[in-house]
């Protein structure tokens, strides 16, 4: 971390300007700033120190140049889901809620695409579109706002066929540090004049800006869907499953994986009575007959590597109480052990690495005495660990760092990343010199510099400078 | 542009630090020189003083490291088969030729990537690749190196279901302007840890570093292919067909345009005897029964939409005679006016505006009384217009340019692109402000100052500092 320290005068100087401007739009209620500090994390809540609520993207350009003139850290805010302490204040300064900003600004049918404010959450976006036959595909965990799920390269359980947010958004209009409006690009599906301002910006995590508006690709939704669950001895089965079906090029939509633990955990939540034994969760998209084709040759694939019965369906209702259990992994875990939190990370490595990097953890998760389910992209080499903890037990939460820590070593032994899709935070940034080495740093360290000469774009976040 | 004005003492002291260290692999040869400045454009030559040969990526390391002693501008070299004179040595300095550094590093079938020197060209790969029944679908005109692919943000006829290179390239090392070795990503399939370096290199053209090696997503070569071609009465119908099957989820893998005259060309070029009307050339790929039902429900939407017949089929031979004319569209447009040059240009536009895009872009052609034919990757929006012109004929040239400056205008206007994938290079610089916006083209500059503070990496090009 750098040296830098908090400038009370600097942010005193800039809430009270925001305070002249915007009025009751300006929070410094504890409750308020507490919440906006607050994420599905770990890490100990740090407050902003006022909370304005913005309204348009001029509205954002005001309160950057306020902020700005007074070197006052900005933090970005659109739902608080994220699981990293991306929102967290470090250096104190001001929490810019975009959450109102949530409109549709338009969609275009035949470009399959959509330009939304960032503030709109995924299922709302794609309850609005449901009439268009279109829908986007990216579903983290949480209903997040699509702002926040660009500025972490959110993805999901359909990463695996529709890509993550890196591939999803199109262009972005993004408010910098100097309050300038930068366009990332234009509504075209491909593009190769200028860098890829666009992708720079996702998963920037409000380091470099705020995001105002997003043009996403959209889907068709699908003429047919059909999903089940496979059943394997073990991990290694499973994976070895996923590599033949990706390979054999079938265009999987979702591969998950869930091991015992989760299963149990899923049971007793949901109301499920699974097989306690490592599972895939599948779903293919399709015409009736490619879905059909798609589900008998995957179940061929799984009997030859010892998994199956795969017992699949077309019908929409055991499909959809099957994935809500899915996306409802977080809340099984933490109801396994009431009173306890969930230190949620991920890792991500190549699919080849996948069953190894699985077990090892299983080994390690036994070894440390930990209850900690894992589930998982498979598709993408993805996996989240869960490991509950007593949030009054310190010991306990130097236990979790500790596996987290040799969790993130193993993923990196083996070419994978410190974080798939939950992003860096202030939870990870110690692992980026290891996972991406000093020059790779200084570049990011130089664009930052060059982006945000003042350092007060989330600061403590990713990079310092 | 910038004051920036040729520096002979630095060069000439580089070439001459190059040549005591690379002895006879540094060529300063008057022809030498000429073909590493020349590509196939319109744009006059601009050789460098000087071609280095390099044999590894620490010699690349070495090479910049000499150049950036002296402040010597470096221009990377591949195949010199880029379209907008990216290769031109707009203040001389050094070519450096990693056309040699053409091995596969590694295959990793399970992941299905492979790890590439940056001067294999795109058929070798292939060819490489063949036994292991994977491929890599990117496929621009010309018989390009990875490295000229990656640095310019190719494409191709594959687009539409496989991406670009910034969809492809999964991590890369580069030797940025300081001499460093960068790895801008590990071999995950994905991650949210920190910038995106992997895309903010992809596209640079060679401003921000030489790319020394590729990590390249493959792709299982179908179990089944169909093709075929499908005439229409006019553009207009053609657009709103393939909109119309994109909309519908059909997994196309190749839809592309031809109009009248480029049929004409082909028809000429490749001894074939193609309807001479707007043809639409399309590729299906999958499974037996999924390719029939493809292609099945393409004609379907073609008849509906006044086209047809789609004639199509799965014998290989008959394919690959018409991609290969498609692919010679280049070389079949020249032949029509025998000792005339080919002004390739491309822009891309949302395809919702594609169809009345093409056909104002056919009302200038006719009025301006040019030969020039259209042909185009249809399903990203993306066309390509190839004005014949004689060299020798300065009327004629300066007519062609104004044409193409009311073409990039036109796409603009419609939400497009200056370029979908032949890149800036020097022919294209000028309309970057009108598609990007200053504070665009600042934030772009602002990076090229941050990585490459002393101008050094391929200056001329996309932004000037």
Same mark, same amino acid.
């Given at each position: 971390?750098?040296?830098?320290?908090?400038?009370?005068?600097?942010?005193?100087? $800039?809430?009270?300007?925001? !305070?002249?401007?915007?009025?009751?739009?300006?929070?410094?209620?504890?409750?308020?700033?507490? !919440?906006?500090?607050?994420?599905?994390?770990?890490?100990?809540?740090?407050?902003?120190?006022?909370?304005?609520?913005? #309204?348009?993207? @001029?509205?954002?350009?005001?309160?950057?140049?306020?902020?700005?003139?007074?070197?006052?850290?900005?933090?970005?805010?659109?739902?608080?889901?994220?699981?990293?302490?991306?929102?967290?204040? *470090?250096?104190? +300064?001001?929490?810019?809620?975009?959450?109102?900003?949530?409109?549709?600004?338009?969609?275009?049918?035949?470009?399959?695409?959509?330009?939304?404010?960032?503030?709109?959450?995924?299922?709302?976006?794609? =309850?609005?579109?449901?009439?268009?036959?279109?829908?986007?595909?990216?579903?983290?965990?949480?209903?997040?706002?699509?702002?926040?799920?660009?500025?972490?390269?959110?993805?999901?359980?359909? *990463?695996?066929?529709?890509?993550?947010?890196?591939? %999803?958004? &199109?262009?972005?209009?993004?408010?910098? $540090?100097?309050?300038?409006?930068?366009?990332?690009?234009?509504?075209?599906?491909?593009? /190769?004049? +200028?860098?890829?301002?666009?992708?720079?910006?996702?998963?920037?995590?409000?380091?470099?800006? &705020?995001?105002?508006?997003? %043009?996403?690709?959209?889907?068709?939704?699908?003429?047919?869907?059909?999903?089940?669950?496979?059943?394997?001895?073990?991990?290694?089965?499973?994976?070895?499953?996923?590599? /033949?079906?990706?390979?054999?090029?079938?265009?999987?939509?979702?591969?998950?994986?869930?091991? =015992?633990?989760?299963?149990?955990?899923?049971?007793?939540?949901?109301?499920?009575?699974?097989? =306690?034994?490592?599972?895939?969760?599948?779903?293919?998209?399709?015409?009736? /007959?490619?879905?059909?084709?798609?589900?008998? #040759?995957?179940?061929?694939?799984?009997?030859?590597?010892?998994?199956?019965?795969? %017992?699949?369906?077309?019908?929409?209702?055991? #499909?959809?109480?099957?994935?809500?259990?899915?996306?409802?992994?977080?809340?099984?875990?933490? @109801?396994?052990?009431?009173?306890?939190?969930?230190?949620?990370?991920?890792?991500?490595?190549? &699919?080849?690495?996948?069953?190894?990097?699985? /077990?090892?953890?299983?080994?390690?998760?036994?070894?440390?005495?930990?209850?900690?389910?894992?589930?998982?992209?498979?598709?993408?080499?993805?996996?989240?660990?869960?490991?509950?903890?007593?949030?009054?037990?310190?010991?306990?939460?130097?236990?979790?760092?500790?596996?987290?820590?040799?969790?993130?070593? #193993?993923?990196?032994?083996?070419?994978?990343?410190?974080?798939?899709?939950?992003?860096? +935070?202030?939870?990870?940034?110690?692992?980026?010199?290891?996972?991406?080495?000093?020059?790779?740093?200084?570049?990011?360290?130089?664009?930052?510099?060059?982006?945000?000469? !003042? +350092?007060?774009?989330?600061?403590?976040?990713?990079?310092?400078?």
């Amino acid at each position: 971390m750098s040296g830098r320290v908090r400038d009370e005068a600097a942010i005193s100087a $800039a809430v009270t300007a925001l !305070q002249a401007r915007f009025g009751e739009r300006v929070s410094t209620s504890a409750s308020m700033r507490e !919440q906006h500090g607050h994420t599905l994390t770990w890490i100990p809540n740090q407050p902003p120190d006022a909370v304005v609520f913005a #309204r348009s993207e @001029a509205e954002v350009v005001e309160i950057v140049r306020i902020c700005a003139a007074h070197r006052c850290p900005i933090v970005p805010f659109g739902a608080g889901t994220s699981l990293e302490g991306h929102l967290n204040a *470090a250096y104190g +300064g001001v929490s810019v809620d975009v959450s109102a900003m949530d409109r549709i600004v338009a969609v275009h049918p035949e470009d399959l695409d959509v330009v939304v404010e960032p503030g709109i959450r995924r299922k709302a976006l794609n =309850e609005q579109l449901r009439d268009t036959g279109l829908f986007f595909p990216i579903d983290p965990g949480a209903d997040a706002t699509l702002g926040g799920m660009a500025a972490t390269r959110a993805s999901g359980t359909n *990463a695996v066929r529709y890509g993550t947010m890196k591939d %999803t958004v &199109i262009a972005m209009r993004v408010v910098t $540090a100097s309050g300038e409006v930068v366009v990332t690009s234009r509504r075209a599906k491909k593009s /190769a004049t +200028g860098y890829d301002l666009t992708r720079l910006f996702v998963g920037s995590e409000g380091t470099l800006g &705020i995001i105002t508006e997003l %043009t996403l690709r959209l889907s068709g939704i699908p003429e047919a869907i059909s999903g089940g669950i496979c059943p394997f001895p073990n991990v290694a089965a499973a994976a070895d499953a996923v590599i /033949a079906t990706i390979q054999s090029g079938i265009p999987v939509a979702r591969i998950e994986i869930l091991d =015992e633990a989760q299963v149990k955990a899923c049971n007793a939540y949901s109301k499920l009575s699974l097989p =306690e034994t490592p599972l895939l969760l599948l779903e293919f998209h399709g015409t009736e /007959a490619g879905v059909a084709e798609q589900s008998t #040759r995957f179940g061929e694939i799984a009997a030859d590597l010892g998994g199956g019965p795969f %017992t699949w369906a077309t019908v929409a209702e055991e #499909r959809t109480k099957l994935w809500t259990a899915r996306h409802d992994a977080y809340w099984a875990g933490m @109801a396994m052990r009431p009173g306890c939190q969930t230190f949620s990370t991920d890792v991500c490595v190549p &699919i080849s690495r996948l069953a190894e990097c699985i /077990a090892e953890t299983k080994r390690d998760i036994e070894a440390s005495g930990l209850f900690a389910p894992i589930v998982g992209h498979v598709g993408d080499g993805n996996f989240h660990v869960l490991p509950l903890f007593d949030p009054n037990d310190a010991a306990e939460i130097d236990k979790v760092k500790a596996f987290v820590g040799r969790l993130v070593e #193993r993923a990196l032994a083996m070419e994978g990343t410190a974080s798939g899709e939950h992003g860096v +935070g202030t939870g990870k940034m110690k692992y980026l010199e290891a996972e991406h080495g000093r020059p790779a740093l200084d570049a990011m360290s130089a664009i930052k510099q060059a982006l945000d000469p !003042q +350092g007060i774009m989330n600061p403590g976040k990713i990079v310092t400078i």
